[in-house]
């Protein structure tokens, strides 16, 4: 048998994401704290059930992470089994692409984030948000 022959191939480096002004960070995380307070609360957190089975919400949360910010959703795990009382998941991603403009990604069920905007604004990003239940927990 023949060996295999050792080939270099480019890779190039992937591109830098752009720096996030910090008054741009703070309008984030003003407006969308307010979006999860006014909208998304109030949409999806219900009281604990009677006889609790199966997870349940029991907090909604935002925060940064690199040029990232996710909306986060806290659940809570009843059962005996559980191997922890909670946990966080991440359902909805603003990353900034620069000149103040966003692009808007979910958390698939398979695990992977999917991107389906590109270049909104803050404001149009909070519309889809509220109107569309696929950026909801």
């Given amino acids: 048998m023949a060996k295999k022959q050792k080939r270099w191939i480019y890779s190039p480096r992937k591109p830098v994401p752009p720096h996030i002004p910090e008054d741009m ?19 999806n957190l ?11 919400i029991i907090d909604i949360s935002g925060k940064w992470y690199r040029s990232y910010f996710y909306f986060c959703s806290r659940y809570c795990c009843p059962g005996p089994n559980a191997l ?40 149009e990003c909070l519309a889809r948000i509220r109107e569309e239940p696929l950026f909801h927990p």
């Fill in 46 to 56: 219900q009281p604990p059930p009677e006889n609790p089975q199966f997870n349940y």
């Fill in 84 to 123: 922890s009382p909670t946990f966080e998941a991440r359902f909805t991603r603003l990353q900034y692409a620069g000149n103040g403009r966003f692009n808007l990604a979910y958390m698939r069920y398979t695990g992977q984030w999917w991107e389906v905007y590109r270049g909104l604004t803050l404001d």
């Fill in 25 to 43: 960070q703070m309008e984030v995380t003003k407006k969308t704290n307010a979006l999860i307070d006014t909208f998304l609360k109030l949409k």
